[in-house]
Nanobody, 121 residues
Framework: QVQVVESGGGLVQPGGSLRLSCAAS????????MGWYRQAPGNQRELVAA???????NYADSVKGRFTISRDNAKNTVYLQMNSLKPEDTAVYYC???????????????WGQGTQVTVSS
């Protein structure tokens, strides 16, 4: 079993910053891609940012230049530094890890429960 737990959400004013963290634990041999998605009320879940094991990153156009994704492979943890936050960034943010649980096993995407980010004055 693999558990994925996000933390760091909250209420912030427009222009402010937040840092989200996400840690995977349990039966883990290695983790391929890790990433963040978000879902606002009435909207579909959308990709925010993703990072490969060797550090290649991908961002949604709406967050480029404002958000930075990083990871610590030794801690099975991924981070999302969010700066210059806007009201439209308000959403539940979900973390995932593509987890390999045994040597030569398949990578299975595991999701966290989500953390609320609200940008409002």
């Amino acid at each position: 079993q693999v558990q994925v737990v996000e933390s760091g959400g909250g209420l912030v004013q427009p222009g402010g910053s937040l840092r989200l963290s996400c840690a995977a634990s349990g039966r883990i041999f290695s983790i391929n891609a890790m990433g963040w998605y978000r879902q606002a009320p009435g909207n579909q879940r959308e990709l925010v940012a993703a990072i490969t094991r060797d550090g290649k990153t991908n961002y949604a156009d709406s967050v480029k230049g404002r958000f930075t994704i990083s990871r610590d492979n030794a801690k099975n943890t991924v981070y999302l530094q969010m700066n210059s936050l806007k009201p439209e960034d308000t959403a539940v943010y979900y973390c995932h890890g593509d987890v390999i649980s045994q040597l030569r096993g398949p990578a299975v995407r595991s999701w966290g429960q989500g953390t609320q980010v609200t940008v409002s004055s």
